[in-house]
């Protein structure tokens, strides 16, 4: 009986992790190769990509040297933004002070460079009651026109 079980355990598995990886090639197959042209040619280093829809969009989630990606295309291949993890002592001090100045409750707990048409900002998770999601420029200011990209 435990045999049966085991090997009824073994086959569910094996045949799940075989339909995960069709669906994943399969929309990979649905990505323009417009786009996928210009995410290779952005990131010719990227390990374990991942493709998803967002509306009419493709937002691809990758790594680079161990450090997590994300980026976003429009469905002509254009890259609409992208952001990548830093640890906070990577923030500039400008950043660190306007935290520590007006969220001196708060615990920094992720932190990412976003680009946007070459603008660079940065976003602050901070723990908290409640948690904060916040985007700074490089000078300190929260600016309320970019939408944290959770």
């Known amino acids: 009986m435990k045999t049966t079980l085991y090997l009824f355990s073994l086959v569910s598995l094996l045949i799940g992790a ?10 990979r197959a649905d990505v ?3 786009v996928l042209n210009a995410f290779q040619s952005n990131y010719p280093k990227a390990s374990g990509v991942e493709w998803e829809m967002l509306g009419d969009d493709y937002q691809v989630d990758f790594e680079i040297e161990r450090v997590d ?12 933004k992208y952001k990548y993890e830093i640890s ?10 306007a935290i ?4 001196a409750n708060y615990q920094i707990d992720d932190t990412d460079i976003l680009v946007i048409n ?5 976003q602050v998770e901070l723990d908290g009651k409640p948690d904060k999601h916040l985007v700074l420029n490089e000078d300190g200011s929260e600016n309320a026109s970019i939408t944290y990209w959770d």
């Open 69 to 80: 990606y994300e980026a976003i295309f429009s469905a002509e291949g254009d890259m609409l």
């Open 18 to 27: 075989g339909c995960e990886s069709d669906d994943e090639d399969d929309f």
């Open 88 to 97: 906070s002592t990577e923030l500039p001090e400008a950043v660190k002070k």
């Open 32 to 34: 323009p190769s417009v």
């Open 118 to 122: 070459k603008d660079l900002y940065y």
């Open 100 to 103: 520590t100045a007006n969220y």
